[in-house]
């Protein structure tokens, strides 16, 4: 069993200054509201302390790196921007996904209007339930013998 929780990504150092741009970027969005002119400059401000840092030596950069990433969670917003249909926006799952398995609830007149669907479902279905019963065979196989899975 992976513990899905516990990964960890490595970055390169392009990937950690796009990343805290990003961030810088939002953070000057959610700071300036609905005021669209501040926010165009205040992000040409962000842009360029960022193209000034564009070309330094290997250590400086990490060293800015540092720095700005410092800077930044030092001025993180308290009410931070949020996306309406991200986690924690006011769309979050306001229209949720609707269970697979009340297809199957369907009256037959009215999987009747749809035979194809049906038909490759059914089939679909079928597969998979195979393949849980194989992995499940496997997992308890594996058990059995004492290996860690």
């Known amino acids: 069993m992976s513990a899905g929780f516990l990964t960890a990504?490595?970055?390169s150092h392009q990937q950690k200054v796009l990343r805290l741009y990003k961030k810088a970027l939002?953070?000057?969005?959610?700071?300036?509201?609905?005021?669209?002119?501040?926010?165009?400059?205040?992000?040409?401000?962000?842009?360029?302390?960022?193209?000034?840092?564009?070309?330094?030596?290997?250590?400086?950069?990490q060293t800015a790196l540092a720095d700005g990433e410092e800077e930044c969670y030092k001025y993180t917003n308290p009410s931070p921007l949020?996306?309406?249909?991200s986690v924690g926006g006011t769309a979050y799952m306001r229209y949720p996904p609707k269970q697979d398995a009340m297809i199957d609830m369907w009256h037959p007149f009215e999987k009747a209007q749809f035979p194809h669907y049906?038909?490759?479902?059914?089939?679909?279905?079928?597969?998979?339930?195979?393949?849980?019963?194989?992995?499940?065979?496997?997992?308890n196989k594996k058990q059995k013998e004492g290996v860690e899975v």
């Open 9 to 11: 990504e490595l970055l």
């Open 26 to 61: 939002r953070q000057t969005i959610g700071q300036n509201g609905r005021n669209l002119l501040d926010q165009r400059y205040n992000c040409l401000l962000v842009r360029q302390r960022f193209e000034k840092n564009r070309n330094m030596s290997q250590i400086e950069a």
């Open 82 to 85: 949020c996306f309406p249909n």
């Open 118 to 139: 049906f038909a490759v479902r059914d089939i679909r279905k079928r597969e998979h339930l195979e393949r849980y019963d194989k992995m499940v065979e496997e997992y």
